[in-house]
């Protein structure tokens, strides 16, 4: 079974450009959670799909965030414009039910530098 | 506002030695609990959980952790560390009954001396 798989691994952008980030999740896996860690500081939620729908976007910095996830599969989260403070590593993570119990499996990472 | 702190930020052991990751939450309802560990290169991953039943739960290569609910705290165990815990570890909570997003702590570079 494929794991949650992110793209880009990496990237650099100058401050002002957009940059959007995608995520796929484990095949069958309503739920899927983004999550941004900032260098040095703990890994923080941003919002959580079910399906196509969001759930939970309490952890959205501002609205220079936009997440998608049309169709249920795949979701986006696209940075525009990126600001220096947006640099960190974008994680997501997918798991098959909702709620407090079940786990999340996470991908590999993007890491975003705005130069 | 619930949180999570990890105490040590970075911990250097040897071979053989013990290990103890420190992890206290804050939060005023009930909670779920987790430890994740990153090895180098590789996704984070679920090492063991706590929900509910015995507060020393026994996770994956041999780790422990013990919920305290007087002290909410945590704390991640391994009485024998290897060349290859040499990760980051995680400490994560979240609230009963929430749709399961996680708060984590700050994490713990462990580094282990061959």
């Known amino acids: 079974e494929a794991g949650v798989t992110q793209f880009p691994s990496h990237s650099v952008i100058e401050k002002g450009q957009t940059v959007t980030l995608r995520c796929d999740p484990i095949?069958?896996?309503?739920?899927l959670y983004w999550y941004r860690r900032v260098m040095g500081k703990e890994i923080k939620f941003l919002l959580h799909?079910?399906?196509?729908?969001?759930?939970?976007e309490s952890g959205m910095p501002n609205n220079r965030f936009l997440a998608e996830r049309t169709g249920g599969t795949y979701s986006t989260l696209k940075v525009q414009p990126a600001e220096l403070e947006d640099s960190g590593v974008y994680f997501c993570?997918?798991?098959?039910?909702?709620?407090?119990?079940?786990?999340?499996?996470f991908g590999p990472g993007t890491r975003l530098t705005v130069l | 506002a619930q949180s999570v702190s990890q105490h040590n930020h970075h911990v250097i052991l040897s071979e053989a030695a013990s290990l103890e990751l420190g992890c206290n939450y804050s939060?005023?309802?009930?909670?779920?609990l987790f430890w994740y560990v990153q090895y180098p290169g590789q996704h984070l991953q679920l090492l063991l959980k706590?929900?509910?039943?015995?507060?020393l739960v026994k996770g994956i290569k041999g780790f422990e952790a013990e919920f305290i609910k007087s002290k909410f705290s945590f704390n991640l165990r391994k009485p024998s560390v290897q060349w290859s815990d040499t990760a980051e570890y995680f400490c994560?909570?979240?609230?009963?009954?929430?749709?399961?997003?996680?708060?984590f702590g700050k994490g713990t570079k462990l580094s282990v001396k061959p």
């Open positions: 706590y929900f509910s039943g015995d507060p």
């Open positions: 799909f079910v399906k196509e729908s969001k759930q939970d």
């Open positions: 939060y005023g309802g009930t909670v779920n």
């Open positions: 994560a909570v979240n609230a009963m009954g929430s749709q399961g997003n996680l708060i």
């Open positions: 993570a997918s798991s098959q039910d909702r709620g407090a119990y079940n786990e999340q499996f």
């Open positions: 095949s069958g896996h309503d739920n």
